[in-house]
């Protein structure tokens, strides 16, 4: 397992926001989440070959984006 995705924004000063996206690989999906939607359930889980999911607890080991590719703040 990884980071939290809220101590991640957070780590690089983060902490106003109305929105976050996150963007993955496949299908180019994009998975919104709104500011009262963020807490330290959603992980980024890091893998082995190098790439990023995020995840979150208790969701049935499904990962909400497969290999992220882009993380973007929306206020």
Do not use: C
Not at 1 to 27: C, D, H, W
Not at 40 to 64: C, M, P
């Amino acid at each position: 397992m990884g980071p939290s995705l809220l101590l991640t924004i957070n780590a690089v000063g983060v902490s106003e926001f109305e929105q976050i996206e996150v963007t993955g690989k496949y299908r180019k999906e994009t998975f919104v989440l709104h500011k009262e939607d963020i807490n330290d359930d959603l992980l980024l889980v890091l893998e082995s070959n190098g790439t990023v999911n995020l995840y979150k607890k208790n969701n049935d080991s499904k990962f909400l984006v497969k290999e992220v590719t882009e993380i973007s703040i929306r206020n």
